[in-house]
């Protein structure tokens, strides 16, 4: 009850202001709350969900055992199937501007998901548009020398992952289409791409219904399931 009264206070102070949401006095009950970003989502009387102002609160401590002793799962379980429009929710007023995220291109999602691979987004910025400026296509990619990409991949470290891209991009181009797998299946038979990745490029890309599983899903399932130690969820 004292959550509730501390967001309920916060809400009135912040409605209507920009990004609130409108009615939000008219709130069925339903809150989540991102403790890190101090993102709220709530319910409307249409029982769907959408991002509010965000509050300003005193930061607290996560603690994966509720007050009670009991796992998080026991109070998530009645809204589960609520969940992904939740995530969805705070994903649109959370979300940034990425040169990958602007379209869904198969290759450049392709070629993203691998810089990716233990990088820094910070790092993978920049240098994404620079090999894209050198090698904007699948084709462009195959009829380079491995040197020439190599030498593009300076600073990234971990050079297996060029070469696979390399490899990967030849036998690409002698596919009837001349372009990616759309298919989990044929995804993970090109060099270097794992079920994350095959994963990643098959939803994002083509729309498949694929599980993408890294180490921020396991985070946040073991969250929800209450398992200690998510690096060995599978």
């Not at 202001?17 to 339903?30: D, M, P």
């Not at 709350?33 to 509050?55: G, Y």
């Not at 891209?165 to 044929?186: C, I, K, N, Q, Y």
Request: charged share 25%; hydrophobic share 40%; proline share 7%.
């Amino acid at each position: 009850e004292g959550e509730r009264d501390c967001l309920g206070a916060c809400l009135a102070t912040h409605e209507g202001s920009e990004g609130a949401a409108q009615g939000a006095h008219e709130l069925v009950g339903e809150v989540l709350v991102d403790e890190t970003s101090d993102v709220v989502l709530a319910k409307d009387l249409r029982r769907s969900f959408h991002r509010l102002a965000k509050v300003t609160r005193p930061p607290a401590a996560y603690n994966l055992k509720r007050p009670g002793g009991g796992p998080i799962f026991g109070s998530v379980a009645p809204h589960i199937d609520d969940l992904p429009s939740a995530l969805l929710a705070w994903f649109d007023g959370a979300l940034r501007d990425l040169p990958w995220r602007r379209d869904r291109d198969p290759y450049r999602i392709w070629v993203s998901e691998v810089m990716l691979q233990q990088t820094r987004v910070e790092t993978v910025v920049p240098r994404f548009d620079l090999w894209l400026a050198r090698f904007p296509t699948v084709a462009a990619l195959a009829s380079a020398d491995i040197d020439e990409v190599l030498a593009e991949w300076e600073g990234l470290g971990y050079y297996s992952r060029a070469r696979n891209l390399h490899a990967a991009a030849r036998m690409v181009r002698e596919r009837p289409s001349g372009g990616l797998p759309d298919t989990f299946e044929g995804l993970r038979a090109l060099p270097g791409v794992g079920e994350y990745t095959a994963g990643a490029i098959a939803s994002i890309a083509f729309d498949r219904p694929e599980p993408a599983i890294d180490v921020n899903a396991r985070r946040v399932l073991a969250r929800l399931f209450d398992v200690a130690d998510p690096s060995r969820v599978e």
